[in-house]
């Protein structure tokens, strides 16, 4: 039986391409002149077949040519990704040109005989690996130092080459350390919920306007950007609240929180956050929204219309997106600053490359037809992956404390939509195009697995000493109060006038009943109070610790009434049943719910049954 033959797959990228496409290929491998198709596809096989003409043809290409091979060899599908290419190394390599008429002016270069239709034969792959080194890694390069302005670079398609041109101009920009923020912010957000002031849509799970408002009056430092009531003019971008708008969101995603009517309320492991470190918390919350389902960030686009209806179908997923994007910053150096533009340029040459959107005819700005973002060139990832990186680092990582991050007013600062129809008018894309540069920090080296401890631990509280604590249990603000620290000290304390509060025991007690424990509240004296706690307060705090630790909830039970006293002891003192259940005054069994089966099957072997009520 004759051996099966290996298929050829050049010969099948060459049979597929026409004849004028395949003679001026032949002279870069042969000095032959054959016309026939056939002939053609033999000559150039001929020597790409053969070891010693491969490797002296390879030694031929140019360095960047050699390095397209090298890039397309080393991808798992060795496909040549020309994105990712130029992003590398900064040009695409020389295919040669192609004529005006079509491919009988062409003169192909050296390179297509090695990628044919963007792809290396799989037949080819094996002897190129003997030869052809492995391609250098991407990497992220770090800027010297952060001054006051920043270089924001694009492109800009020109109309009389024909091609995009670099464009680029310097803006002034804020830093802001987010490491502090985070810190703080989650369990302020967690005490606001904890105080049911926080209000969301049960529908998208999205916080009111009014939440916003409050979540923003008990950030650290305040929003990225503070509130602007006079814009230039009314059609004028408007940044807008961005961690505000994300904490209810985070929390959601996190577990921390769930919905209750329109209002969140702390999940057990929401009230567990409150009392562990905030850094375990933020790692946690970082986790889980690299998962979530809660939000696609690119929603918050809305210059970019489409993505509901037909659009959404086309959506990719966001969790697919934000692992490329994580796996990005795990790669890139801590503790630096790096542009935007060169993390931006990094995740293409890195192949860390995502699709928002697998149907880009769907999306559009100001009119679907003429504003289609599927037309050639509009809708490339300046426009469509930059701006969903923007607000996935800006709003989420930033605001998780991850990335510190520096800014310039999103007017004007990113002119890179240009070629859009109907966007004459617009001063930015998006309300994120202020973001310049990033740098991942010590806790964002931390949730992103670069260390396995934080090193850095603030002050769960406050560090300064706002609190004077007076042996009549009155607290006294000698410093400003901050919101997120009021709303602890209203949950043991009655405030009696602007800066006095008066601890008292019954708002003491039921703040032990809804999960939160005595010695918390000392923690939090001792971190604000400028004297420590007077020793009468102390002796207090001790004696209700040690009066609520008398009491525990041992779940939930059933209560089985018996007629006969009689019967009732006879249950209690059987051995079967009465292991299952206590004796409530004569004539009342209680039963704890997690032994109702077993107390059910033993009462019918006793011949007793009773009715379930409710």
């Given amino acids: 039986m004759a051996q099966k033959k290996d298929p050829e797959y050049v010969r099948e990228f060459l049979e597929s391409y026409t004849v004028s496409h395949l003679k001026p290929l032949v002279p870069l491998v042969s000095s032959a002149r054959p016309t026939r198709k056939a002939d053609l ?26 390095d397209a091979v090298s890039e397309a060899l080393d991808s798992s599908d060795h496909r040549f990704n020309a994105v990712s290419f130029k992003a590398k190394y900064g040009s695409e390599p020389d295919w040669g040109t192609r004529g005006r008429y079509g491919y009988g002016d062409s003169q192909p270069s050296l390179l297509q005989l090695f990628i044919f239709n963007h792809q290396i034969p799989r037949d080819l792959v094996e002897p190129l690996l003997a030869i052809v080194p492995a391609p250098r890694s991407a990497k992220a390069n770090a800027m010297p130092e952060l001054g006051d302005t920043v270089t924001i670079s694009w492109t800009m398609y020109d109309w009389r080459s024909g091609k995009r041109v670099p464009r680029s101009q310097e803006v002034e920009a804020t830093h802001a350390l987010t490491e502090p923020a985070a810190l703080h912010d989650i369990q302020a957000v967690l005490r606001l919920i904890e105080s049911g002031k926080v209000k969301v849509s049960a529908k998208t799970k999205r916080p009111s306007a009014v939440t916003v408002r409050e979540v923003g009056k008990i950030l650290h430092g305040g929003d990225f950007y503070p ?37 969140l309320e702390l999940t057990p492991s929401g009230k567990k956050a409150l009392n562990n470190a905030p850094e375990k918390a933020l790692r946690t919350a970082w986790k889980k929204w690299l998962k979530t389902t809660i939000l696609d960030e690119f929603s918050r686009i809305e210059a970019i219309k489409g993505q509901r209806g037909k659009g959404k179908r086309t959506m990719t997923a966001p969790a697919k997106r934000r692992a490329m994007i994580a796996d990005a910053l795990t790669d890139s150096p801590t503790k630096k600053w790096i542009s935007f533009d060169e993390f931006s340029r990094f995740m293409k040459a890195s192949s860390y ?58 007017r004007d600062a990113r002119p890179d939509y240009g070629d859009l129809w ?43 000493k706002s609190l004077k604590i007076l042996p009549n249990m009155d607290l006294v603000a000698t410093d400003t109060i901050t919101p997120s620290d009021k709303l602890f000290i209203d949950l043991f304390a009655e405030q009696t006038s602007d800066r006095v509060w008066h601890i008292e025991q019954k708002l003491l007690l039921k703040m032990v009943e809804e999960g939160r424990s005595i010695g918390e509240v000392v923690k939090f004296l001792e971190a604000l109070s400028e004297t420590g706690l007077p020793d009468n307060v102390a002796i207090f705090f001790n004696e209700m610790a040690e009066r609520v630790s008398k009491l525990a909830d041992r779940g939930l039970a059933r209560v089985i009434e018996v007629k006969d006293p009689v019967l009732a002891h006879l249950i209690l003192n059987n051995s079967k049943v009465g292991k299952s259940c206590l004796l409530a005054g004569e ?26 009520e409710g």
């Fill in 587 to 612: 004539r009342h069994l209680v039963v704890p719910v997690s032994e109702e089966t077993a107390f059910r099957r033993a009462l019918r072997e006793l011949g007793y049954a009773y009715k379930r």
């Fill in 41 to 66: 596809v033999d000559e150039i096989a001929r020597h790409l077949r053969d070891p010693t003409r491969l490797r002296t043809l390879w030694n031929s290409l140019n360095q960047l040519q050699q």
């Fill in 227 to 263: 509130p602007e009531d006079n814009p230039p003019c009314e059609w004028s971008t408007v940044p807008g609240p961005m961690k505000a708008f994300a904490w209810p969101l985070i929390v959601q995603s996190a577990g921390f929180a769930k919905i209750s009517g329109t209002k």
């Fill in 422 to 464: 109907g966007t004459d008018d617009y001063d930015a894309l998006s309300r994120y195009d202020g973001l310049t540069t990033i740098r991942i920090n010590s806790l964002g080296a931390y949730c992103l697995g670069h260390t396995n401890s934080y090193s850095y631990t603030p002050s769960l509280f406050e560090e300064k």
């Fill in 353 to 410: 490359t995502f699709k928002v959107n697998r149907n880009l005819w769907n999306l559009y700005v100001e009119e679907q037809g003429y504003g289609s973002l599927g037309y050639e060139e509009l809708g490339g990832w300046h426009i469509i992956q930059a701006r969903y990186l923007m607000v996935f680092l800006l709003e989420y990582a930033a605001t998780m404390g991850l990335l510190d991050v520096a800014l310039t007013h999103p």
